[in-house]
């Protein structure tokens, strides 16, 4: 199978790491595969190269986006893929309509049909995404669930010292934009509610010195440590004690598969995304949003409770194996890519 992956997206983020993960595994697969994105995605760009996947660079501006449109038309005639995949709204409105019929809009946020209308297929990330498709007028028969993937096999664990981090010291991990919607300011709060508690925030955004004036507030500047962008979420994972998730608006979050796959215990809130996968007391713990008290609660149960903290891992464990895994990802992405295959034909460019 010949996939052509086009993506504008942000230097960094969780919907790129979904897009550079799935690639990987699809390359693993036997699928040959070229991508068509930002020059400043320098760290996708060289992952991809190693794979052995070429790249062609565009700017995906939207006020002069001839020079993108003929990027994307000549890449498109050069490498002849049976399927084309537009990851998130941007990269959907450079797609060009001649070759609508092998071409997926894929949707990691609420983002409008209108965006995708040169794509006649459509993938949604959650049960809810699909929804949100739909309504929008997207027949069943081209529409699909795909769900992410984590694989962490082989990671070792970061080195606490490295991050002044005490050897036996309890650590939740955050993995998160710093942004309203993560609700990274409940997690501080809770966070000076819970004695020995240490936290790790691995991301980055606008509300940084916000973030880090507020956690001086608290007088957590000695239990908090922001790690900025890392590349290596395997390995916090693999060093910490829990994962917290505490995010107001989250159409998914890749997280929930993260803390799964290293068998970390989970704690989220309960947006639309989390609220759909994260069973109460069987794989995570999953609390109300904005609620300091009960994500206190919750953190100093998992992390007090050595049972209930085994419970929800081998629960989050068998939602993995069940649903996303890389073995579940490349199957029903194959899957898809046949039906489409099957319905446009060989490619004619």
Request: glycine share 8%.
């Amino acid at each position: 199978m010949r996939v052509m992956h086009v993506m504008a997206g942000a230097a960094e983020g969780g919907a790129e790491n979904i897009m550079l993960e799935s690639v990987l595994a699809l390359a693993e697969a036997g699928h040959t595969q070229h991508v068509v994105t930002r020059q400043e995605n320098l760290f996708r760009i060289e992952k991809f190269k190693q794979a052995g996947i070429s790249v062609d660079l565009a700017t995906f501006n939207r006020l002069w986006p001839l020079p993108t449109q003929g990027t994307i038309r000549r890449s498109i005639k050069a490498f002849k893929p049976d399927i084309i995949e537009y990851w998130m709204g941007r990269a959907g409105q450079f797609a060009p309509k001649a070759y609508r019929n092998r071409s997926i809009g894929w949707y990691g946020g609420y983002y409008k049909l209108a965006r995708f209308t040169k794509c006649e297929w459509h993938v949604g990330l959650t049960i809810d995404l699909l929804r949100h498709i739909r309504e929008q007028g997207v027949p069943e028969d081209r529409s699909a669930i795909i769900h992410t993937y984590a694989d962490f096999t082989g990671s070792a664990p970061a080195d606490r010292a490295a991050l002044d981090t005490p050897a036996d010291a309890p650590v939740a991990l955050a993995l998160a934009r710093l942004h309203e919607k993560k609700g990274l300011d409940t997690l501080l709060d809770a966070t000076a509610k819970v004695p020995g508690l240490y936290v790790w925030i691995a991301g980055e955004g606008p509300l940084e010195a916000d973030l880090k004036a507020h956690c001086a507030r608290l007088g957590l500047g000695d239990r908090v440590r922001f790690l900025g962008w890392r590349n290596d979420r395997g390995a916090l994972l693999e060093a910490c004690d829990v994962v917290a998730f505490p995010s107001r608006y989250e159409p998914f979050g890749t997280v929930t598969v993260d803390a799964w796959a290293a068998s970390r215990p989970l704690v989220a809130a309960d947006a639309a995304g989390p609220a759909a996968y994260v069973k109460d007391g069987v794989n995570g713990l999953l609390i109300p949003k904005n609620d300091v008290d009960a994500l206190a609660n919750a953190l100093t149960r998992v992390i007090t409770d050595k049972a209930l903290a085994a419970r929800i891992v081998e629960g989050g464990r068998a939602s993995y194996e069940a649903q996303f895994n890389k073995a579940a990802f490349q199957r029903d992405s194959a899957a898809l890519y046949e039906r489409i295959r099957d319905h446009a034909g060989p490619f004619e460019g």
